[in-house]
């Protein structure tokens, strides 16, 4: 008897764990997350397709992507790309641009194979491009190319020597030297290296080689340098930089000292993760995309609760998901297309649980 109940408690741990959720994207207006098995779970608009669901609707609930087991996930705009455990990438959504980089144009509403044979390591959805780097920490990138005849159907080598990127309607990197690297037509780049470009170009080249991460948003960038300061520049929409004003242009500045594990930028509000594991969030508050309970802007850092195991924080357009150790999911803000995945469309002013229970297969049409 005390051994048959010792196997019902480690059977309901295993099944507890596979659902247990390890790791987010957070899109425009929709959200995935990777399971502890490797499971990939999306929700929200798929209206052309970016889920990967094979159908092109909305969903309101976490919903199994496929049967392929994941490490990691990116989705932006319009499509998505992930990372599967061979190390292999995967895209789906609208693709005319090349940005499926499946070697032809074509847009999928299911998993298509990237057309490379390299193992890669980590991959970030822009808005009409892809970039990722590889296991020799080479860069390659396809879609739409600024100022090029023909678009890149397929990935095309930009450089080495990289440990991270991220996209939105221009690229920015950091080196493993820690220098950062940006480029694209937009004007973000114009402002950090005083031309648009189709090459990477060098950021703050008077500056210490100490980046670490590198977010690009819509219309500003931020990073983490020295040892975890937060700088920022572009434009200061919804007060995005948390400087204590909003709107203007601001060159490359340092804006926080305090020492942030990550952070992320959504259209005009911004979150951060201190490496106390405390939550922070600021900017334009409308539909309680801050998670503070209410409405209102906040042009400074805010602390949403008094948790201090968040580990992963995302932001969208209009709302915002975070991950914390031990204790699940949350979502909160706009929930315009089900984007939060709590199976109803008002939007929350708090961090609202996402449900964990694992959907087996894809509801019938």
């Excluded at 499971?39 to 992507?65: A, I, K």
């Excluded at 599967?84 to 299911?110: E, K, M, T, V, Y």
């Excluded at 005009?268 to 209102?296: F, M, Y």
């Excluded at 109803?344 to 609202?352: C, G, H, I, N």
């Amino acid at each position: 008897m005390p051994r048959r109940l010792v196997l019902i408690l480690l059977v309901a741990t295993a099944c507890s764990r596979s659902g247990a959720v390890e790791s987010i994207a957070v899109g425009a207006w929709s959200t995935c997350a990777v399971r502890a098995d490797g499971r990939l779970t999306c929700w929200g608009s798929s209206r052309e397709g970016q889920l990967g669901l094979g159908r092109n609707e909305t969903f309101v609930t976490p919903t199994l992507v496929d049967q392929n087991r994941w490490l990691t996930v990116s989705l932006n705009m319009r499509h998505t790309c992930g990372i599967d455990r061979n190390h292999q990438a995967w895209c789906w959504g609208p693709g005319s641009g090349g940005a499926l980089g499946a070697g032809q144009r074509l847009n999928s509403s299911s998993p298509v194979a990237v057309a490379s044979q390299r193992r890669w390591r980590q991959i970030s959805v822009g808005f009409s491009h892809t970039c990722a780097i590889d296991d020799e920490a080479d860069l390659y990138c396809w879609g739409r190319d600024f100022n090029a005849p023909l678009n890149r159907l397929a990935p095309q080598k930009i450089g080495s020597g990289f440990a991270q990127v991220s996209t939105s309607g221009f690229s920015c990197a950091v080196k493993t030297a820690g220098s950062l690297w940006c480029w694209g037509s937009n004007p973000v780049v114009r402002q950090a290296v005083g031309t648009e470009t189709r090459e990477p170009r060098l950021v703050d080249e008077a500056g210490p080689r100490d980046w670490s991460y590198v977010v690009a948003g819509r219309s500003a960038v931020c990073g983490l340098r020295g040892g975890g300061a937060l700088w920022c520049w572009g434009t200061n929409e919804g007060g995005i930089f948390g400087s204590g004003d909003q709107g203007g242009e601001t060159k490359l500045r340092r804006v926080f000292d305090d020492r942030w594990r990550t952070v992320t930028l959504g259209a005009s509000h911004a979150c951060g993760i201190k490496r106390d594991g405390t939550l922070w969030c600021w900017g334009e508050g409308l539909n309680g995309r801050l998670g503070l309970g209410e409405t209102t802007p906040r042009y400074e850092p805010a602390r949403v609760d008094n948790a201090s195991d968040w580990v992963e924080v995302g932001a969208g357009n209009t709302h915002t998901c975070g991950l914390r150790r031990g204790a699940g999911m949350f979502c909160w803000g706009g929930n315009l297309f089900g984007a939060l995945g709590i199976g109803e469309a008002s939007f929350r002013t708090v961090p609202t649980a996402v449900p964990t229970a694992l959907p087996t297969a894809l509801p019938p049409s």
